[in-house]
């Protein structure tokens, strides 16, 4: 069921604009209205297609259908979430390649320390002229080995307190 409140806001803000007005001033709607007043309560329904992961999301862009992953739009909502409490975002393609200092700021560690680690061979990198450059496919995968290696030591130290009644 529509209601005129939808037409009045259509009409306010350009998106569907009657074909004319009566002397009391009604808003007259033509066919070429009617058919576009369709295709934008299409565009307000999309399709959800499928169920738990596999599911699939169908949306009408004018003439072209766009399918979209459900994980595609959760992760979109995250990022709009994040973007509402003034967050910083950043989406960075698997195969880009960084500088040292980016890869540095996104470990959170110094250059200097990154360069250790890079010349020590626990991060494969590769130079474009005598830069230093890293994946970032690569810098993801350090990344975690070395979150699951601090976890470990953490598990071994919480757990000899706990052979030595530290009281922890």
Known sequence: MLTVRPLHHYDSIGLLKPSARSDSGYRLYGQDDIACLHQIQALRRPALIGKGESAQLRLIDGDEVITVPVSAMRMLVDFLA????????????????????????????????????LEEGKLAFHKVGSHRRVYFKELIAFKDESMAESRNTLDDLAKQAQDLNMGY
């Open 82 to 117: 994040h973007m509402a409490e003034d967050e910083a975002m950043v989406l960075v393609p698997q195969e880009a390649e960084l500088t040292a200092q980016q890869a540095a700021d996104f470990l959170n560690v110094s250059r200097p320390f990154l360069v250790k680690i």
